[in-house]
């Protein structure tokens, strides 16, 4: 065995890691949805009636963009690693530039997420059209590929880790 898979975090502790953000990033909707509803009693005592850009706009600015901020925050700094990630002794190692790897990378792993959503929406409005359930199965397949190329590659790096040339180490060793 290598010095190089030695470091490399095994694929149990990143998909602990992920799961303990997933559950962050659960509670962080929950707190929005109540919060939302809150505002929406109080401000147009009730749920208002939505356009189609609107509800796009809402979804992408209270959800994802805050995920990928947070989260290239989390990674980018000298801690290099999310909650779950520092719960797991994981971090992520960059050639070079943290910060502007951190935000492709998180902007590559939270976009079938940001699909997901723009198909849903558009099937609401659209009566779930083919372009809602081309949407809805590309950001399927991508979370799969990505789930796939943990489970399947030495280095347990999904295409988020490739494009921006990271990968997940234990945190107590050296970077590659």
Avoid at 44 to 59: D, K, M, R, T, V
Avoid at 64 to 70: F, H, K, L, M
Avoid at 97 to 110: A, D, G, L, M, Y
Wanted: glycine fraction near 4%.
């Amino acid at each position: 065995m290598s010095d190089y898979s030695l470091t490399v975090a095994t694929r149990k502790s990143r998909f602990i890691a992920l799961f303990i953000d997933w559950l962050c990033i659960s509670a962080f909707l929950i707190l929005l949805l109540g919060l939302t509803q809150l505002f929406y009693w109080l401000v147009f005592n009730g749920i208002p009636i939505l356009s189609y850009l609107q509800s796009q706009l809402i979804a992408i600015f209270t959800t994802v963009i805050p995920a990928i901020i947070v989260f290239s925050i989390m990674e980018g700094s000298s801690r290099s690693s999310t909650f779950g990630k520092r719960i797991q002794s994981l971090k992520i190692s960059y050639p070079d530039h943290p910060k502007t790897r951190s935000t492709i990378r998180n902007i590559v792993k939270f976009l079938p997420w940001q699909l997901g959503h723009m198909g849903v929406i558009h099937g609401m409005y659209h009566n779930f059209n083919w372009v809602a359930l081309t949407l809805q199965s590309i950001s399927m397949l991508l979370a799969f590929l990505y789930i796939m190329m943990v489970l399947v590659r030495r280095d347990h790096r999904h295409l988020a880790d490739l494009i921006a040339g990271t990968t997940v180490v234990k945190s107590n060793s050296s970077n590659p």
